[in-house]
């Protein structure tokens, strides 16, 4: 399906719109079909040979095509899924930079590219508060903002020149906050596309950082426990309760292989860590059976680990969800009052 084709099937708002083998699918509201117009590259036909009954089941579909490794894809939304992680993340690696004598270990089991494009939605709340950071972030570092009224993610924004079409992803973030601190980046990097791995070899190539290619499930089971303080965060597509062998998606057996792997991290007393698991668009009927999981998995990670749920709106009932799980508590209060700042405030929903 061309260009032309998925924007006629995506404008027929609240009509049986034809899908690409000629059956109707059903627009369920007008912002999912608005969703499914801004995805401009040719459609996957063997994500088409199912066809949707609703244009949020097609995004869903496009976007586990492209996030499963085919090159040129872009994957940064630009909208308050992105702000939720990067938000956290950022805060959750100044804290602990302040704890690490000389380096940071970081765990991306979906590392992408180190810069994207965002793929922006003009009038969607979530772009106007990505562009709104961007711009203060260009503020900033013409010193034309206070610095000290900032959170982190400003900070780093206007340090790094981030714009529309150069968005950082995490390990870039946690690249600035170290070098901002003066200590070092160690750990690894997981990413099973070839295009997205080639970028990060050309910018983590000669770093302490170790590349790994592939699924990240295979690669799991091989890491030691840090000696330093450390951040594992992972951002799959989406979370389910049926077994999926697609590495952008998340199953409840996932989250016991990660109870396995990170139970012996956090009972280590040598280094204070943090696991972070962000999945979007997560439909009601898939929210419920994630708070259930992660409770689960907190339990599994050891009697003394804590852990803090975030939630961001996403379209309709639909909500980008976080959790954080650490030994300390004091850090997971640190990471939540980051949002209390001006430009975040209002972000997180109750």
Aim: charged share 25%; aromatic share 6%.
């Amino acid at each position: 399906m061309q260009r032309r084709q998925v924007s006629r099937w995506a404008s027929s708002v609240g009509k049986a719109a034809t899908a690409p083998d000629g059956r109707g699918a059903k627009a369920c509201c007008p912002s999912s079909v608005e969703r499914l117009a801004r995805y401009r590259e040719p459609w996957n036909e063997s994500c088409a040979a199912t066809t949707p009954t609703c244009a949020v089941h097609c995004v869903t579909r496009v976007r586990r095509y492209r996030r499963s490794g085919y090159p040129d894809v872009t994957m940064a939304e630009g909208n308050d899924g992105n702000l939720l992680q990067h938000a956290a993340e950022l805060a959750a690696v100044m804290l602990l930079l302040d704890r690490a004598a000389t380096r940071i270990r970081l765990v991306c089991t979906h590392a992408m590219r180190p810069f994207e494009d965002l793929r922006l939605a003009p009038g969607d709340p979530g772009t106007e508060r990505v562009q709104s950071l961007i711009r203060r972030g260009s503020l900033l570092r013409r010193g034309l903002a206070d610095r000290r009224a900032q959170p982190p993610i400003v900070q780093a924004f206007a340090e790094m020149e981030v714009s529309a079409e150069r968005y950082p992803n995490s390990a870039e973030l946690v690249r600035w906050a170290a070098q901002k601190a003066g200590k070092g980046v160690t750990g690894v990097l997981m990413e099973r596309a070839p295009e997205k791995w080639k970028d990060l070899e050309r910018a983590w190539g000669n770093t302490e950082v170790t590349l790994w290619r592939g699924c990240w499930r295979t690669h799991l089971p091989t890491l030691s426990v840090p000696s330093d303080p450390w951040l594992l965060t992972m951002d799959p597509m989406t979370f389910s309760t049926a077994k999926r062998r697609d590495s952008a998606d998340l199953d409840a057996a996932d989250l016991d292989r990660l109870a396995v792997t990170l139970a012996p991290w956090f009972a280590c007393d040598v280094s204070v860590g943090l696991l972070a698991i962000f999945c979007y668009g997560l439909q009601p009927r898939q929210q419920e059976p994630f708070r259930r999981e992660i409770e689960r998995l907190r339990t599994r990670l050891g009697t003394e680990v804590h852990m803090d749920a975030l939630q961001v709106g996403a379209w309709g009932p639909n909500l980008h969800v976080g959790a954080l799980f650490s030994r300390e508590q004091s850090l997971l209060r640190s990471v939540r009052s980051t949002f209390s700042a001006p430009s975040l405030e209002g972000l997180l929903k109750a």
